[in-house]
């Protein structure tokens, strides 16, 4: 799968106006849960073999656990350390 993140773009009446693309970050199995750190840098994904609400689907090849992801250009790592590039 495939974090997608976006940037708010404000309105000219200052509310939110629309959403611009920023990019993708690679995540091998279901997405499951996101936080993103306080600082902005770090974005953390709950990953794993199936859907969290449900077992209709199964990606046998992804690893449950979690992916840590550098938000300022740095590699992406699962937690345990090993690259996932």
């Known amino acids: 799968g495939v974090v ?3 940037g708010v773009e404000p309105s000219k009446q200052g509310g939110a106006g629309s ?3 920023l990019g993708g970050l ?6 499951n849960g996101l936080a993103i ?4 840098k770090f974005l953390v994904a709950a990953v ?8 209709w689907a199964r990606d ?3 690893r449950n656990g979690l992916l ?3 938000l300022d250009g740095g590699p992406s790592r699962p937690a ?6």
């Open 60 to 62: 046998g090849a992804a």
């Open 4 to 6: 997608r993140l976006w």
């Open 68 to 70: 840590l992801h550098r």
């Open 37 to 40: 750190a306080k600082s902005g």
């Open 19 to 21: 959403l611009r693309f």
């Open 26 to 31: 690679p995540a091998r199995g279901f997405v």
């Open 80 to 85: 345990n350390g090993q690259d996932i590039n």
């Open 48 to 55: 794993g073999q199936e859907p969290r609400m449900g077992r």
